[in-house]
């Protein structure tokens, strides 16, 4: 059974930074690609970012390029989302998700496990 589970997020002040993370477990790590969404209350679940197996394909939604930044160390199971000049509308439960399969990764119904969520406060 796979099981992503979240961790470092909390509350920040605009323009400063987090570090998320996500461990995998039930899996084998290196065959997934692994994605971030985040979703904001009374919002849709939205896309943050992706990152393949390998690491070689990146992408990320237009609201956070250039100040987030995903990566993985697949000897650790883990992936990691550096969210840098964060922003209030960045405030959202951020969710660590898995497939094999890459089609359609922006959209939620296209991935398959989903980790319970981290709280990201951006308030001042």
């Known amino acids: 059974q796979v099981r992503l589970v979240e961790s470092g997020g909390g509350l920040v002040q605009p323009g400063g930074s987090l570090r998320l993370s996500c461990t995998a477990s039930g899996l084998r790590f290196s065959d997934y690609h692994m994605g971030w969404f985040r979703q904001a209350p009374g919002k849709e679940r939205e896309f943050v970012a992706v990152?393949?197996?390998?690491?070689?394909?990146?992408d990320y939604a237009d609201s956070v390029k250039g100040r987030f930044t995903v990566s993985r160390v697949n000897a650790r199971n883990t992936v990691y989302l550096q969210m840098n000049s964060l922003k209030p509308e960045d405030t959202a439960v951020y969710y660590c998700?898995?497939?094999?399969?890459?089609?359609?990764?922006?959209?939620?119904?296209?991935?398959?496990?989903w980790g319970q969520g981290t709280q990201v406060t951006v308030s001042s």
């Open positions: 990152i393949s197996w390998s690491g070689g394909y990146i």
């Open positions: 998700t898995a497939d094999r399969r890459g089609a359609d990764y922006s959209r939620k119904e296209s991935w398959g496990s």
